[in-house]
């Protein structure tokens, strides 16, 4: 079968999915502001490597570590469950398999604790 890095549709599809959530975030007056005067680029980039990286694709993540890169912003749980609801969304528009949206969301799971301070 497809690799997980394969159901999301490689390095083109990884991309275009951290689109669509960064996307959805910049219209979430929850969370949107921990983004202002943010390099969405830089940020755009660097989230679609990791992700491709996590799953096991030919990518290497050599970005900041979770906890200096949110550190101090206070992200709370709510927060981070905001962004994970846009990657879902993100996913279902791309119509990746749930099964690998589930492996996807568990291989960034243990990040929660180095970007959630509450
Ligand atoms: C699984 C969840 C998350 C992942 C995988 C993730 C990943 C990343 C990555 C890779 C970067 C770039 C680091 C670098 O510059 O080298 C970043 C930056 C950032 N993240 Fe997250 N993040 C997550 C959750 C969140 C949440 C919940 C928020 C706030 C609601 C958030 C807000 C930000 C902001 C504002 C930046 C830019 C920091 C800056 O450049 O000053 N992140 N994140």
Known sequence: GESVYQQLGEKEG???????MLYRVGGDERIVHHFDGVDIVHVHEQITLQVCDVVGGPCEYK???MQVSHEGMGVTHADFNALV?????AMEKHEVPVAAQNQLLAALAPMYEDIVQE
């Open 63 to 65: 970005g900041e570590t």
């Open 85 to 89: 609801e846009h990657l879902i969304a």
């Open 14 to 20: 990884i991309s275009a999915i951290v689109e669509e």
